[in-house]
């Protein structure tokens, strides 16, 4: 198969390397109106801008056939973010947010639909390929004005000159190799899990040319792939593992159809799991040990339908929920065989605002534990029978009407979840993304910060008991890749953090990729251990 059919573009103007930089957001409502403006002024009499915003459309369509072929994918807290960052006036305060009535739903109810993060969501896998197209414009444009690699520092003009003259860039291939999930049952023996897909965004139906599972092992203080045929060359949405034993493990996946497997120290099967319904996949996976085990499915789109299993050693068992309208689950915390909490959302008949869920398992059975008015839980890591912490966000309007997320950290004490300001959040631009307690008085969270036009910083803190604090930042690596998290895990004095980076293509021969990633904590330190080739 051809990966590098070309886009020809005229040749660029005098004035085009100053609004390559704006190309590829003009169609995602994120330009100032002054730049918007001034951008339609030069693409009327700017052939090589004009082709240039077609082949950004095409590019579009394709990134939406990919995300969208499997609806089950959620979108990553930082695209919630964006999504209100994109929308939100430079200006805007902190106080104009807080406590007004919702006026309008600006965000769309299938963006909210997810809280947890997730690589290669709509808004870094768009960003990454975006990035690599800006380049190449760039290069195209300085290279047609023989300038020397320098862009040009002086204000657009509103006309340029049109041209006839073709120069092909190619844009072929996006590939994304991602880790979405980690587990370990010893400091010495773990798993992480991630997919691998490549899109040829050229081809005439914008095809997935590839698509599959990545499993890596590590073992004997390496970390070494596994090869899983399971799923090859399919599309695969989410894929999370639980392991309970170096010979004994479970991993979920989504895809259509989607399953579950099962690990016996040898080789990762289909494991026999009860047939799941028309677009029904697992979502949610915590095994307490060989025995005992939980997995969560839902159905379609937002309130389309959940089941929860439960594991005994032999059987997988679907458990009676309650009745919640438009009941989405987000995180499972279990404490034991007898006591664990299951949160999320629900929604009015029709639409939202959303509501936040908790669910206790306690005695043989699931229950309604609490609700809170216009929010969405994201994350839930429970200690012990009488605390435990979880991560969620309100949407507010402000006086214009324009929506805005707000972060909350939630703290579980004397039989109540209440909000928390032991860590906080900017409206807008922070989000946090997990949350996992090892005990009462250890515990680890992250807050994704996301900068307007900028690259997101992930900040980790850790708990002590007493308060949390600012354990960690990652940031871009010294060559300009973006390091994208995705999950983390701790056991005992050893953490793992797991995700890919972004790594924009090259010039003229576009394949920008995300590729994998691991860092390990040891020794109070963190240490690039993955980072992919």
């Known amino acids: 198969m051809n990966y590098r059919d070309e886009f020809d573009l005229p040749l660029a103007g005098p004035d085009c390397a100053a609004f390559a930089p704006l190309l590829p957001l003009a169609q995602q409502g994120i330009l100032e109106p002054t730049d918007r403006a001034m951008l339609d002024a030069h693409a009327a009499g700017c052939a090589h801008c004009r082709a240039a915003l077609a082949a950004f459309d095409q590019l579009d369509a394709a990134l939406r056939r990919y995300v969208l072929a499997t609806t089950a994918m959620p979108p990553a807290p930082e695209f919630l973010v964006r999504s209100a960052l994109a929308q939100a006036p430079a200006t ?27 690589v290669a969501s709509i808004s870094s896998f768009a960003a990454v390929v975006a990035l690599a197209l800006v380049a190449a414009l760039i290069f195209s444009t300085l290279h047609s004005n023989n300038m020397a690699g320098k862009v040009p520092h002086k204000t ?251 972060y909350t950290l939630l703290h579980y004490a004397n039989g109540t979840w209440s909000p928390s300001n ?34 997101d910083t992930t900040m980790l803190y850790r708990f002590d008991g007493n308060r949390w604090t600012l354990q960690h930042t990652f940031t871009s690596v010294s060559n300009g890749d973006n390091w994208v998290p995705s999950a983390f895990t701790f056991l005992g004095q050893t953490g793992w953090y797991v995700g890919a980076y972004t790594i924009p293509g090259n010039k003229l021969v576009i394949t920008s990729s995300e590729k994998l990633a691991i860092y390990q904590y040891q020794n109070g330190q963190w240490t690039a251990i993955l980072p992919e080739g």
Do not use: C
């Open 422 to 455: 032991a860590v906080s959040a900017q409206p807008d631009s922070e989000s946090f993304t997990q949350i996992q307690m090892l005990s009462p008085t250890t515990g680890w969270l992250s807050k994704v910060v996301t900068a307007r036009g900028g690259v």
């Open 92 to 118: 805007a305060s902190t106080s104009d947010v807080m406590e007004q009535p919702m006026q309008r739903q600006t965000v769309p109810a299938a963006v909210l639909r997810r809280g947890r993060t997730l």
């Open 156 to 406: 657009p003009t509103a006309q340029s000159t049109p041209t006839t003259k073709s120069t092909p860039i190619p844009v072929a291939r996006v590939q994304v190799d991602a880790f979405t999930s980690v587990s370990f049952a010893t400091p010495t023996d773990g798993w992480a899990v991630g997919k691998h897909a490549v899109l040829n965004t050229s081809s005439q139906n914008n095809s997935i040319v590839d698509g599959g599972l990545i499993f890596y092992h590590f073992t004997n203080g390496a970390w070494q792939p596994v090869s899983v045929p399971l799923f090859a060359h399919q599309v695969v949405g989410l894929v999370r593992i639980s392991m309970v034993a170096p010979d004994d493990g479970w991993a979920i996946v989504q895809a259509n159809p989607g399953g579950v497997l099962h690990y016996d120290g040898t080789s990762w099967q289909m494991a026999n799991f009860p047939a799941l319904g028309d677009q029904e996949a697992p979502f949610l996976i915590q095994m307490l040990s060989r025995t005992d085990g939980w997995i969560v499915t839902e159905v379609g789109d937002v309130g389309g339908g959940v089941r929860i299993w439960h594991y005994d050693g032999t059987h997988w068992t679907a458990q009676p929920l309650p009745a919640i309208s438009g009941f989405s689950p987000q995180s499972i915390s279990m404490l034991s065989a007898n006591d664990g909490w299951l949160v999320g959302f629900g929604s009015g008949a029709t639409a939202p605002p959303y509501q936040g869920v908790v669910l206790r398992y306690h005695q043989g059975s699931w229950s309604v534990q609490q609700s809170i008015p216009n929010f969405q839980f994201t994350d839930v890591s429970v200690d012990s029978m009488t605390d435990g912490w979880a991560t969620g966000f309100k949407q507010y309007a402000d006086s214009t009407g324009i929506v805005h997320l707000q």
